[in-house]
């Protein structure tokens, strides 16, 4: 088999077993009383796989009142409105890309929301990209701030072990994406974010990117045993609403991957997955 | 006085009037129970008039779970980015614009939402633009069929006395508007939207600008007395939860009144304030 082809089972098939890993273990955590739905999707509207598709679970329970968890290996041309504008799409519109999606609205004000994604992409060039950011309901609560603390330092090891500074680096990238503009706010407590991430060591990059997916699922889990147990009230749960609110905000009005979700006329339920399971203005 | 001074005194006086007279008449529906709550704004962060203002009316009730009403009168030079993409600005950058917009959902799912805008812009040029359209949470009960029926009959009559004609290019125009392209659906069951109004006989256009005001309040005033009866169960609750994820899909990703509120950084509180209490995804 050519080696890119090697690389892109070995990526689609890491998406699929770190899926099942996250369905998992966040199914653990809900004590088995809610489980995971799954549906396939295709891209092409004929239902031939000749474009790809993806795979999209989500599970609403006690202790996640909305999980979703997104995979995806797409192929075929980029649009004709995107050509150039992607990496190695100036001089052909051929793509390939693979990758997985979470995203956790917890019920317990208590406990932070969560986003992760990872992706491989081919083009005439080819690339990691990904990240993962944690969103408490309150942005400045002492027990926030460990739980977000806890958080980096996890980020930080692993980005440090891959690169030195890198850390550094991804962190201000989340900061500066996961920004409102027109509220001149954060959207949480940030992470991690990187994108284009080509060292010329494959095997290096992937392993990289597996630890992410690792490191995301551990760390949290550990967040989730050390935040259920506390206790919230009324007021705690207006925050989450507003909190989400601005969650909402952010994914419709600025995220790159809603954009280009909705411009490449991607899956409307995978790609709106993320939005809370209830909020308001 | 100029005409045209005169003129926009005229139309920022009318679209006071009418905030006050629908501020009544919905507080009049909440039996005195609640009340609207002003807050005044000023585009200028120095907090100056000379790029003029605004005011926003919020009421939060039992009838009405969330009622805005804004008005505002701004003024000054259009953005770099916006010039030449608005009739008037291609050889200048001044503008004046005053305008009323309402968004209110109300609580019970039996009620329909509505939305209503009137505007005067001067540019170089100069022209009114406005509209006016209701989202029942069932789109396709009989009960919503009728009131919607109402609700355009009673457009049809002002379109048609200011314009042969003009009822079904607005009606079609408002079909067009409102639409999540997305989704492939209507966000409701539409109502007239024009823009770019000057027929040359500013008096005429003026008078049609208020005949909508006052149409408006009159015709949701009868819906909402007609429909408060309508009992309601957790489905409707629900389907309602849905059909206002829809409303935020649409106010955030394609509407131009919040992508040019946020380009010409306008007041964010009263851009979003269309965006439903609750809701969910």
Same mark, same amino acid.
Do not use: D, Q, V, W
């Given at each position: 088999m050519k080696k890119i082809e090697e690389n892109k089972k070995l990526c689609s098939e890491w998406f699929e077993l770190l899926r099942n890993r996250i369905c998992q273990e966040i199914q653990g955590l809900e004590e088995g009383k809610s489980k995971f739905i799954k549906k396939k999707w295709l891209r092409d509207p004929n239902g031939s796989n000749r474009m790809g598709g993806g795979e999209m679970s989500v599970l609403r329970g006690n202790t996640f009142e909305k999980a979703g968890v997104n995979i995806s290996t797409v192929f075929g041309k980029i649009s004709k409105n995107l050509k150039g504008k992607?990496?190695?799409?100036?001089?052909s519109n051929k793509f390939w890309a693979s990758g997985i999606s979470v995203v956790i609205h917890p019920f317990s004000p208590k406990i932070p929301a969560v986003h992760m994604n990872t992706r491989y992409i081919i083009t005439k060039e080819s690339w990691f990209g990904g990240g993962m950011d944690i969103t408490p309901t309150?942005? %400045?609560s002492k027990e926030s701030l460990k739980l977000a603390k806890f958080f980096h330092r996890n980020l930080e090891k692993i980005c440090e072990e891959y690169r030195k500074g890198s850390y550094k680096k991804y962190k201000k990238w989340c900061d500066d994406y996961f920004y409102l503009p027109h509220r001149d706010e !954060?959207?949480?407590?940030g992470g991690i974010f990187y994108d284009y991430?080509? &060292? %010329?060591n494959w095997e290096n990059d992937f392993n990289f990117t597996r630890k992410v997916g690792k490191t995301f699922i551990d760390s949290y889990k550990s967040i989730v045993v050390d935040s259920k147990k506390s206790k919230w009230n009324e007021e705690d749960k207006k925050l989450q609403f507003h909190r989400r609110s601005r969650y909402t905000e952010f994914n419709l009005l600025h995220d790159r991957g809603t954009k280009f979700g909705l411009q490449t006329k991607g899956n409307i339920d995978a790609i709106l997955? &993320?939005? !809370? !399971?209830s909020t308001g203005w």
């Open positions: 992607i990496p190695g799409t100036e001089h309150n942005l %400045k !954060p959207r949480g407590l991430l080509n &060292s %010329k997955m &993320s939005l !809370p !399971p």
